[in-house]
């Protein structure tokens, strides 16, 4: 509201002014979408970052004298990585289904696992 010639007076513009309900509703739900939109591609950019380090440490881990440790992290971080990306999940089951030794491995430790490492060894490999 402005004042002209000492009377208030509505401003009317481009990102002012009177809106129906219905238009009201809708920039609402725009500003919803836009917010999801922001949270799932941070929650992506998490789970690949995520999954990414646990591979990368998988790889420092593999010296180390303790056995499983090392395949342990791979699986978590390409548990993530599959999770964080549909590309990733695809690869990774052709990955496995080609090399039928790190399958085997994989089914071998699969009882060590958390029961949502278990499935996705299931799903994949």
Do not use: E
Request: glycine content about 12%.
């Amino acid at each position: 509201m402005t004042i002209r010639n000492d009377r208030l007076v509505p401003v009317v513009g481009p990102t002012t002014g009177p809106v129906s309900g219905r238009l009201r509703w809708h920039r609402r739900l725009l500003g919803l979408r836009r917010r999801r939109r922001w949270a799932v591609f941070a929650q992506r950019s998490m789970l690949l970052s995520a999954g990414g380090s646990l591979i990368l440490c998988a790889i420092a881990a593999v010296p180390t004298p303790l056995p499983g440790l090392g395949l342990v992290l791979f699986t978590g971080g390409l548990y993530f990585l599959a999770r964080g990306s549909p590309r990733a999940r695809r690869s990774i089951g052709r990955g496995l289904r080609r090399s039928p030794a790190v399958s085997r491995q994989l089914h071998g430790w699969k009882h060590r696992f958390p029961p949502a490492l278990r499935r996705f060894i299931d799903r994949n490999g």
